[in-house]
């Protein structure tokens, strides 16, 4: 089983950036692929960013494209998700999922394992 740890939430102003880290425990975390999704306060779970296997392939969503980067370290079983230009409609929980599957897939029904998420206020 892996366990998933998310961290580097916090308040930033519009236009400001934050990382986030997340940290597998198990030592198959190369053999997953890879998302972050996010939930608003008062809405569903949605998908952010999804990384294959072994990082050579993205996928964003359009509200988040070209602000945020997704991106992993095999040897350091971690998962990373740099944010830039943010707004305030990206205040949410973000969580990392890790999925069995080969292709890395955008729906969270289809990740096995969930982080506990992280807390992002994007505010002036």
């Known amino acids: 089983q892996v366990q998933l740890a998310e961290s580097g939430g916090g308040l930033v102003q519009p236009g400001g950036s934050l990382r986030l880290s997340c940290l597998a425990s198990?030592?198959?975390?190369?053999?997953?692929?890879m998302g972050w999704f996010r939930q608003a306060q008062g809405k569903g779970r949605e998908f952010v960013a999804i990384?294959?296997?072994?990082?050579?392939?993205?996928h964003y969503a359009d509200s988040v494209k070209g602000r945020f980067t997704i991106s992993r370290d095999n040897a350091k079983n971690t998962l990373d998700l740099q944010m830039n230009s943010l707004k305030p409609e990206d205040t949410a929980v973000y969580y990392c999922?890790?999925?069995?599957?080969?292709?890395?897939?955008?729906?969270?029904?289809?990740?096995?394992?969930w982080g506990q998420g992280t807390q992002v206020t994007v505010s002036s």
């Open positions: 990384i294959s296997r072994l990082g050579g392939e993205t």
């Open positions: 999922a890790a999925s069995h599957k080969i292709i890395a897939p955008i729906t969270e029904i289809d990740y096995d394992y």
């Open positions: 198990d030592g198959s975390f190369s053999s997953h692929s």
